[in-house]
């Protein structure tokens, strides 16, 4: 609705921006994916299967607030990752960020706050 409301009525806008947001979430799954496996081949074609997925090309084009939100999820989800492998407090902060984000966006995903809990247990087990 903000893209509309800074560009105009044109649905040309608001769908470009819809794709650059697409274009992120791809970007984003292929470094989730990198720093799961550190594979680069793999995460690529991982990446790939997911930008030809019917589901998320149908949302990549049309203004709908679930691709916002599962983009912010997947960076949230990342920087998570980042975080428990590196230990640097800069990547916990944006993975709240991110989080935030994707509640903002839509409700429903503030349940990814749920892998923090798996987070602390895994923190607290290995201590």
Do not use: H
Request: aromatic letters at 22%.
């Amino acid at each position: 609705a903000q893209v509309k409301r800074v560009c105009g009525d044109g649905i040309i806008f608001t769908r470009l921006f819809m794709f650059c947001i697409g274009i992120l979430c791809i970007l984003g799954f292929y470094y989730l994916i990198r720093i799961l496996i550190n594979q680069k081949i793999i995460a690529s074609v991982a990446a790939y299967t997911l930008c030809f997925s019917p589901l998320f090309y149908y949302y990549m084009v049309n203004p709908m607030s679930d691709i916002c939100a599962f983009c912010a999820q997947i960076w949230m989800t990342y920087y998570l990752i980042k975080y428990y492998k590196e230990g640097i407090k800069k990547d916990f902060l944006w993975c709240c960020f991110f989080l935030m984000l994707s509640g903002i966006f839509k409700l429903p995903f503030y349940m990814f706050g749920i892998i923090f809990g798996n987070l602390c247990y895994l923190l607290d087990y290995q201590n």
